[in-house]
């Protein structure tokens, strides 16, 4: 293989111009995403009833039969609902090896068999691949100095939602602000007394007159005619004319005596406002396992058509887009690899001042990359967080082979071992292919354990594991082959320079390992100390599943009272934008959508996100009766903590959750402390008397609906025109019921034309009902929330649970701490059994290419030396124990024994034939100190932009080059001064077991081992 190049030059020219080719074409080919593509196992029921049912209404008849067959589903993992009024939710996550396309089917499946037992009121269930609490990954708002929100809502739900529906991946389209056009019929009901009219019958009337039917065909004189009869409304007018009865004199009673017909909006549902300007907002959600950055500028790109031809007063601001997030951190994490290229370019001129030389390690780097870029593209990877880190974490390393080739070469030629030019280029090289072989395949392998953790992160690192792994053998294949021929062909100098820096680091490299020696037991006792303090400061640190890192978007949640009216939340809600607007400096953006159960206020912030939190969390009290709290908008992991109470009876569980969340606020450095549910609201209940219905040839159907009509209205029918319909809603007139004592004296119509007053019939008691009920796995549950401003998650954890043990949970009743909590303590244990192997077959890789039991284990000292740098960087910047750490130290144990494999494999090269064994150490050690030191630099350099970027989104990849890069210093730098005494020790183990003892004094035993390895003594160290 080494020769091939040599011998077939063209051939291989013409390979590498092929690969760069294909490479350049496919770049432009991989999909642009911020995480590894996969499936999300996550599927959404939503199911609507008609008619304003109460939340334990939807809760019996809806949410727990569906929940019921759906706990039958294969591969289910979690499922949980939240039953409200009119609403049903059901949220299930399938694991990742679920086909969720399949599951739709069985979904659909179990939806049809249970079907006869929903109520006459559920509409048809919409199954949707995402979950409807996800927050939109587009925001845009319509503004306009003529229009009205309802004018510009019409515009929006016309003209934007249906086309923005057909992109693939859209997964639902929403608004905010404007109202709902209607067509509103509101009557009198003292005239419908009057005329002894029931509103059902009205409204029956109505629908009954609003129809176009074709009757048929008739033939005559050879032709076909359509017959139809149609009576559809065309004008208000119309609608006014309709006849709906006639008094016992003769007269035709129209519905324009009983009820004034407007066309009209229906009361407000929700506000929107951008920087405290009214505007029609829009809420674009994707599915669950669709690609954000492609399906935004899908959506995008229609956004800007329509932008022509809408009318010119008509401003369009995208709000928030989450693919420039994500091609941000793309931007910056290519940013970070550009400019450690660079910096690894500069070490190599540093060291080499032959420009050829430099030129031909150099080029290892390209062919890495591109080789790299086509085994992405064959194996359906994308450009992500995840892959261009892999890729950042291989170019550190692609370039240590070629280093170390040629300073090989170097060493040959000055000893002149081989006669012609060709045999000094391929021996070099194949002198080398062992090390070089053993340390591609030690770091390669350590990412086998990645099968045995959780699919979620298998999906996320796997594809960082394959990205490093193309790199390393790219760069294995460009050593062996590409860059001996190079060398053959351009290489006339094999001399490397030796800059006078680099002779006075050689020399006190030199005194510090002769030093070393010479208090060895010292050095190895203070090493093994300071490994244990490591390993002591690992162990405090915290834990995360994430690195929540900080982003300058956020949202900020607000709560009100039971009942309070969407106008007063609103007025409290825009005093609360106004307060935020006036910090210009500092606010660049606020957008806000006002509803009766969620109201969010997202916040775009230039800079330092968490201080204006703090700043602004000192107002809070000004929003008054609102809760206030904060939550991410736009993260890779969340900095809140749920705790979740389980238990049958939803009044104990409120009971508890109210306790338990007042004992959290008293935990320091939790902030945002809140009950994940809505406080009961206030509720007249009409409790019907059957025999008194009875009398009155009433049935509890026919009166609940009449009520509902009158009170909330029915729809009637549709009003078409230029192209639409539009609900015509039947209802009393809004002013008719002032107040709840006046419901038992309303008068409704019977089927007999009897008037009845509502009291004559039910018991009229108020209660508080739930807005909503959750269930997580068919069981009920409350949850608490809080943010852990500046605490640890295992932390925040552990002052919960010594918290909540004051709390007396009543039996059945019990309290869980769930998400990112859950995931990180199972992972924890995973990643600790992975670690272990990794050990494990890193020792059997090296045991099977070195035949030896002894001489792995001595290479392998390099890990525990590589924690110590692991610990105290994560100490120094404050940083927990995430998965970027334990990906990160899998990376660390793979590499770091590149650099004892190649001391130890220098040292057996050279001991042949020689019996000076500390000599040989010394003079193999000095020898590896300039590719250590290139190796060394590189590595670090080709780190460090990734680790000092201040981008928002460098949290994801930041926990994991710390990791690597303090590892390597660490590692390396100890690797050079221990692993030589080590080797030494292994060698030499009756002497060096003789100057531990005496270093300790221990005198008793001392005169009597004096005698026996009196011969033994090392006296070497002065004559090297």
Known sequence: MIEFGIKKPITTLMIVIAML??????TFRIPVELNPSGQSGLVSVITRLRGGVAASEVEKYVTRPLEEVFSELNGLKEMISSSKESESNIMMTFHHNVDVDFIVIDIREKLAMVKHLLPKETEKPIIAKFEQSDSPIIILSLSSNEKSPEQLREIAEDQIKEKILRVSGVANVEFGGGRERKFLIEMDNAKLLGYKLSILEVVQKINLANLSISAGEINQYNQNFVIRATGEYNSIAEIENTAIAITPSGSIVRIGDIATIKDS????????????????????????????????????????KLKTTVDKDIVITVVKNDAEFITKAISSLIEALIVGGILLASILFLFMKNVRSVFIVATTMPLSLFMSILLMYFTNQTFNIMTLSGLAMGMANVMDNSIVVIENISFHHHRKT?????????????????????????????????????????????????????????????????????????????????QKWYMKVRKYYGMILKFCFK???????????????????LMTRDSEFMDPGSVNTFRIGIQFPPATRIEVSNEVVKKMEVALVGYRDQVERVSSKVEKLHTFIEVTVYDKAEEFKEEFRKRFGEFSPAFVYFQDSQSAASKEIYVDFYGQNYDTLKQLAFSASGKLQQIKGLTDVKIRMREDEPEVILTVDYNRLAIFGLTTYYFSNTLHCQIRGLIATQYRTEGKQIETICRLYPDSIKNVEEIPFLGIVNPRQDIVFVGQVTDMTRVKANQEIWHKNKKRFIQISANRAKIGLTTAAEKIKTTLKGVAFPQDYSFNISGDYEKTVKNKSQFLVAILLTVILIFFVLASIFESYLQPALIMFALPLSIIGVSFSLWAFKKP?????????????????????????????????????????????????????????????????????????????????????????????????????????????????????????????????????????VKEYNNI
Do not use: H
Request: proline content about 4%.
């Open 265 to 304: 909006f229906y009361e407000a549902t929700s506000f929107a406002r951008l920087n405290v300007q009214p505007v029609v907002s829009v809420y674009i959600q994707k599915e669950s396992s669709a690609n954000t950055i492609k399906v935004a500028n899908e959506a995008l790109k229609i956004i800007e």
């Open 21 to 26: 080719m294909f490479s350049v074409i496919t």
């Open 881 to 1017: 124990i995430s998965l970027g750490v334990w990906i990160g130290m899998m990376i660390l144990f793979g590499s770091i024994v590149y650099s004892s494999i190649i001391i130890v494999d220098k040292i057996n090269l050279r001991r042949v034939g020689r019996t000076n064994l500390l000599r040989v150490i010394f003079e193999s050690c000095k020898e590896r100190l300039r590719p250590e030191l290139i190796t060394l630099l590189m590595k670090t350099l080709g780190l460090l932009p990734m680790v000092l970027s201040r981008d928002e989104s460098a949290s994801m990849w930041r926990s994991l080059g710390l990791t690597v890069l303090f590892g390597t210093i660490s590692g390396t730098m100890l690797t050079m001064l221990i692993i030589p005494t080590a080797y030494y020790v292994l060698e030499k183990p009756k002497s060096s077991l003789y100057k531990f003892l005496k270093t300790l004094r221990i005198i008793f035993l001392f005169s009597l081992l004096n005698k026996i390895f009196n011969k033994f003594k």
């Open 519 to 537: 208090k060895q037991t010292w050095v190895w006792i203070a090493t093994l100390l300071i490994f244990f303090l490591a390993i002591r400061v």
């Open 418 to 498: 081989f006669a012609t030019k060709k045999e000094l280029v391929v021996q070099g090289t194949k002198e080398l292919w062992q090390p070089i072989f053993a340390s591609t395949v030690t770091t390669i392998i350590v990412f086998l354990p990645l099968v045995f953790l959780e699919p979620e992160v298998r999906q996320m690192y796997v594809p960082f594991a394959l990205t490093i792994t193309f790199a390393l053998v790219a760069s294995l294949v460009s050593t062996m082959i590409f860059i001996p021929p190079q060398i053959y062909k351009w290489q006339n100098k094999f001399e490397l320079d030796f």
